[in-house]
Protein backbone atom coordinates (compact mmCIF):
# COMPACT_ATOMS: atom_id res chain seq x y z
CA UNK A 1 0.00 0.00 0.00
CA UNK A 2 1.35 3.40 -1.09
CA UNK A 3 -0.35 4.65 2.37
CA UNK A 4 -0.60 3.79 5.98
CA UNK A 5 -3.14 4.47 8.88
CA UNK A 6 -6.90 4.60 8.17
CA UNK A 7 -5.94 6.36 4.66
CA UNK A 8 -4.91 2.46 3.73
CA UNK A 9 -8.07 1.31 5.32
CA UNK A 10 -10.08 3.41 3.44
CA UNK A 11 -7.95 2.96 -0.14
CA UNK A 12 -6.91 -1.29 0.52
CA UNK A 13 -10.33 -2.68 -1.46
CA UNK A 14 -9.60 -0.21 -4.71
CA UNK A 15 -6.05 -1.11 -4.89
CA UNK A 16 -6.68 -4.99 -4.72
CA UNK A 17 -9.59 -4.49 -6.78
CA UNK A 18 -6.55 -2.85 -9.58
CA UNK A 19 -4.33 -5.16 -8.92
CA UNK A 20 -6.68 -8.05 -9.67
CA UNK A 21 -7.83 -6.05 -12.84
CA UNK A 22 -3.89 -5.90 -14.14
CA UNK A 23 -2.86 -3.41 -16.74
CA UNK A 24 -1.81 0.36 -15.93
CA UNK A 25 -5.15 -0.45 -13.02
CA UNK A 26 -2.61 -0.94 -10.02
CA UNK A 27 -0.43 1.44 -10.99
CA UNK A 28 -2.97 4.47 -11.33
CA UNK A 29 -5.36 3.11 -8.07
CA UNK A 30 -1.66 3.93 -5.96
CA UNK A 31 -1.26 6.95 -7.51
CA UNK A 32 -4.44 7.73 -6.45
CA UNK A 33 -4.17 6.87 -3.49
CA UNK A 34 -1.12 9.20 -3.03
CA UNK A 35 -2.58 12.09 -4.58
CA UNK A 36 -5.81 12.21 -3.01
CA UNK A 37 -4.41 11.01 0.70
CA UNK A 38 -1.96 14.41 -0.06
CA UNK A 39 -4.95 16.67 -0.48
CA UNK A 40 -6.51 15.66 2.65
CA UNK A 41 -3.33 15.62 4.99
CA UNK A 42 -2.90 18.95 3.78
CA UNK A 43 -5.02 20.39 6.55
CA UNK A 44 -2.93 19.20 9.10
CA UNK A 45 -6.08 18.46 11.05
CA UNK A 46 -7.19 15.02 12.56
CA UNK A 47 -10.72 14.24 10.76
CA UNK A 48 -13.49 14.55 13.07
CA UNK A 49 -13.68 11.09 14.29
CA UNK A 50 -9.95 10.86 15.31
CA UNK A 51 -9.76 14.10 17.04
CA UNK A 52 -13.19 12.56 19.20
CA UNK A 53 -11.62 9.33 20.37
CA UNK A 54 -8.77 11.82 21.03
CA UNK A 55 -10.63 13.84 23.29
CA UNK A 56 -12.24 11.16 24.69
CA UNK A 57 -9.55 10.00 26.14
CA UNK A 58 -8.69 12.96 27.88
CA UNK A 59 -12.23 13.02 28.99
CA UNK A 60 -12.20 9.30 31.16
CA UNK A 61 -9.57 10.59 32.39
CA UNK A 62 -9.54 7.79 35.44
CA UNK A 63 -13.20 6.62 35.13
CA UNK A 64 -14.53 3.28 33.65
CA UNK A 65 -17.49 4.61 32.91
CA UNK A 66 -18.90 8.05 31.86
CA UNK A 67 -22.62 8.77 31.75
CA UNK A 68 -23.19 10.68 28.48
CA UNK A 69 -24.17 14.01 30.21
CA UNK A 70 -20.83 14.04 31.97
CA UNK A 71 -18.95 12.70 28.41
CA UNK A 72 -20.25 15.73 26.91
CA UNK A 73 -19.93 18.22 29.34
CA UNK A 74 -16.23 17.03 29.35
CA UNK A 75 -15.84 17.45 25.97
CA UNK A 76 -17.36 20.94 26.01
CA UNK A 77 -15.21 21.91 28.54
CA UNK A 78 -11.98 22.25 26.56
CA UNK A 79 -11.94 25.97 24.38
CA UNK A 80 -9.16 24.05 22.13
CA UNK A 81 -11.32 21.43 20.78
CA UNK A 82 -14.30 21.83 18.29
CA UNK A 83 -16.76 20.39 20.37
CA UNK A 84 -18.74 23.26 21.77
CA UNK A 85 -19.91 24.78 18.38
CA UNK A 86 -19.50 21.82 16.32
CA UNK A 87 -22.69 21.65 14.05
CA UNK A 88 -26.04 23.56 13.85
CA UNK A 89 -27.20 23.13 17.31
CA UNK A 90 -23.84 22.25 19.21
CA UNK A 91 -22.69 19.04 20.13
CA UNK A 92 -25.50 16.67 21.25
CA UNK A 93 -25.68 13.45 22.76
CA UNK A 94 -26.31 11.65 19.52
CA UNK A 95 -23.51 13.24 17.88
CA UNK A 96 -20.55 11.23 19.42
CA UNK A 97 -22.49 8.26 18.99
CA UNK A 98 -23.00 8.87 15.46
CA UNK A 99 -19.36 9.74 15.04
CA UNK A 100 -18.04 6.72 16.97
CA UNK A 101 -20.76 4.15 14.90
CA UNK A 102 -17.70 3.65 12.43
CA UNK A 103 -15.15 2.20 15.59
CA UNK A 104 -17.56 0.14 16.70
CA UNK A 105 -18.46 2.28 19.96
CA UNK A 106 -21.81 2.48 20.50
CA UNK A 107 -23.09 4.36 24.20
CA UNK A 108 -25.16 1.66 26.20
CA UNK A 109 -27.26 1.66 29.49
CA UNK A 110 -25.19 1.59 32.42
CA UNK A 111 -25.18 1.80 36.22
CA UNK A 112 -23.54 3.96 38.18
CA UNK A 113 -23.54 5.07 41.41
CA UNK A 114 -25.52 7.43 43.26
CA UNK A 115 -27.23 9.94 42.38
CA UNK A 116 -27.21 8.82 38.69
CA UNK A 117 -27.99 5.47 39.30
CA UNK A 118 -28.51 4.02 35.48
CA UNK A 119 -27.92 6.31 32.48
CA UNK A 120 -26.82 5.88 28.61
CA UNK A 121 -22.86 6.25 28.58
CA UNK A 122 -20.09 5.00 27.26
CA UNK A 123 -17.56 2.30 28.99
CA UNK A 124 -13.68 2.62 29.34
CA UNK A 125 -13.06 -0.82 27.64
CA UNK A 126 -15.46 0.03 24.67
CA UNK A 127 -12.77 2.54 22.94
CA UNK A 128 -9.37 1.08 24.05
CA UNK A 129 -9.12 -1.16 20.82
CA UNK A 130 -9.63 2.41 18.79
CA UNK A 131 -7.18 4.00 20.79
CA UNK A 132 -4.77 1.46 20.60
CA UNK A 133 -5.39 1.41 16.47
CA UNK A 134 -6.21 5.03 16.16
CA UNK A 135 -4.60 7.16 18.09
CA UNK A 136 -2.08 5.36 20.15
CA UNK A 137 0.04 7.10 23.08
CA UNK A 138 3.78 8.27 21.92
CA UNK A 139 5.13 4.88 23.89
CA UNK A 140 3.08 2.47 21.62
CA UNK A 141 5.48 0.66 19.68
CA UNK A 142 5.21 0.46 16.27
CA UNK A 143 4.29 -2.59 15.16
CA UNK A 144 3.17 -2.34 11.62
CA UNK A 145 5.51 -0.78 10.14
CA UNK A 146 8.19 -2.88 11.86
CA UNK A 147 6.57 -6.51 10.88
CA UNK A 148 5.19 -5.24 7.24
CA UNK A 149 9.12 -4.19 6.82
CA UNK A 150 10.06 -7.54 7.52
CA UNK A 151 7.30 -8.98 5.60
CA UNK A 152 6.01 -11.14 8.79
CA UNK A 153 2.60 -11.27 9.89
CA UNK A 154 1.10 -8.56 11.95
CA UNK A 155 -0.41 -9.60 15.37
CA UNK A 156 -3.85 -8.50 16.62
CA UNK A 157 -3.17 -7.06 20.15
CA UNK A 158 -6.37 -7.84 21.93
CA UNK A 159 -8.01 -4.81 23.47
CA UNK A 160 -7.36 -6.48 27.28
CA UNK A 161 -3.76 -6.11 26.66
CA UNK A 162 -3.65 -2.20 25.96
CA UNK A 163 -2.36 0.51 27.89
CA UNK A 164 -4.26 3.26 28.08
CA UNK A 165 -3.98 6.49 29.78
CA UNK A 166 -6.91 9.36 29.87
CA UNK A 167 -4.08 12.07 29.61
CA UNK A 168 -2.18 11.11 26.12
CA UNK A 169 -3.03 12.88 23.48
CA UNK A 170 -3.48 11.69 20.02
CA UNK A 171 -0.71 10.69 17.74
CA UNK A 172 -1.01 11.77 14.20
CA UNK A 173 0.09 10.32 11.15
CA UNK A 174 1.11 7.25 13.44
CA UNK A 175 1.38 3.43 11.75
CA UNK A 176 -1.07 1.28 13.02
CA UNK A 177 -1.26 -2.44 12.91
CA UNK A 178 -3.71 -4.30 11.43
CA UNK A 179 -5.62 -7.21 12.31
CA UNK A 180 -4.85 -10.88 10.54
CA UNK A 181 -8.66 -11.61 9.82
CA UNK A 182 -8.61 -7.30 8.11
CA UNK A 183 -5.26 -8.33 6.13
CA UNK A 184 -6.10 -8.71 2.25
CA UNK A 185 -4.70 -11.67 1.25
CA UNK A 186 -4.81 -12.49 -3.05
Not at 8 to 36: C, F, I
Not at 58 to 79: K, Q, S
Not at 107 to 128: C, E, L, N, W
Request: glycine share 4%; hydrophobic share 35%; with cysteine.
Amino acid sequence: MPVEDRAADTWEPLVAVADHAAGDWPERARAAALTLTAEADDSGQPSPRVRLLADCRTAFRTDTALPNVTLLERLRADPEAPWVDYGPNRLTAMKPGVLLREYDIRSATIRFSPPVSHAKGYQRIDFTEAWTRYCPGPDAPNRARSSHSAGAAIPAVPPSTSQVRGDEACATGTTQAVPPEKQYRP
